[in-house]
């Protein structure tokens, strides 16, 4: 419902605003907010190791600067409905770079789910045929 909620706001409220500021103020709202529910979910993290780093710097780098900014753009461009329906490729691209960073195993229910989700896309993402009337 919040990622909806944001695609809506960010495609017509915020339209003037630029994508770059937009992220910035969501991750300065955002930010506190969930470093005081961390406090509630799962342990906390006592001894940090180098994994734990590389794990923020990656999700600081990639997520926020690089795959946010680009989702934004994007509306910019596009519909909101349109550009939301490829959020679901978010576990599709987490899953591969599991496989790839980390070495996890991709059985073969992983993959007919992978490959489910992209048709999925692909379905609702196809141009309608509608019928000419004659």
């Known amino acids: 419902i919040g990622w909806a909620a944001l695609a809506l706001i960010a495609r017509t409220g915020l339209k003037d605003v630029s994508p770059d500021r937009q992220l910035f103020w969501q991750v300065l709202v955002s930010a506190p907010i969930l470093l005081v529910a961390a406090l509630f979910f799962g342990p906390l993290v006592r001894e940090l190791e180098p994994l734990h780093l590389w794990g923020l710097a990656f999700q600081i780098v990639v997520v926020v600067t690089f795959g946010f900014s680009f989702w934004l753009w994007l509306l910019t461009i596009y519909p909101a409905a349109s550009v939301a329906a490829f959020s679901f490729l978010v576990p599709v691209f987490g899953v591969l770079l599991g496989w790839w960073l980390l070495d996890e195993a991709l059985g073969l229910p992983i993959l007919v789910a992978l ?18 009337k004659v």
């Open 115 to 132: 490959v489910l989700v992209c048709m999925g896309l692909v379905l609702i993402n196809r141009p309608s045929q509608v019928p000419q």
